[in-house]
């Protein structure tokens, strides 16, 4: 009877962590490129055209944790050549001028956000992997 009551509770656990889904949104001049809990490269990845490039507003990405205050979560900005070119750290939200990301991907052909987490409690040991959240091609 234990058993069959451990079982079912380590059950329950398992569906109640799965409901739980990280989700994000990425603006541009305040238009929504992405607003999803996917992760799916062909689906999140948008074009830009010379006209939203060329303006001066603001790149925006706002990251909703499933467990807040858990994590410290980074932002990370990628060429197509899979080179790193920014990172913002500890922060679940980022605005940047779209001048200054012209400046830091000049002559490039794509922008590719990723995230990742760190555990917060230094004697955790977690292994880290990028999260693809959107990719903009230029």
Not at 23 to 36: E, G, R
Not at 80 to 94: F, G, I, P, W
Request: positive net charge; aromatic residues 8%; hydrophobic residues 40%.
């Amino acid at each position: 009877m234990k058993i069959l009551l451990l079982l079912l509770t380590l059950i329950l656990t398992t569906v109640t962590a799965d409901a739980q889904e990280n989700s994000w949104k990425i603006k541009l001049n305040n238009k929504t490129l992405v607003a999803t809990s996917q992760e799916d490269e062909s689906k999140n990845s948008i074009k830009i055209n010379d006209g939203e490039w060329k303006k001066n507003g603001c790149l925006e990405i706002n990251f909703k944790e499933a467990e807040p205050d858990t994590w410290w979560r980074s932002f990370l900005f990628y060429d197509e050549n899979d080179n790193e070119v920014l990172r913002k750290d500890s922060v679940t939200s980022y605005k940047i001028k779209i001048g200054l990301l012209r400046k830091f991907f000049a002559g490039k052909k794509e922008i590719r956000i990723y995230s990742t987490v760190s555990p917060k409690d230094p004697n955790l040991a977690v292994r880290v992997r990028r999260v693809h959240l959107c990719t903009l091609r230029l």
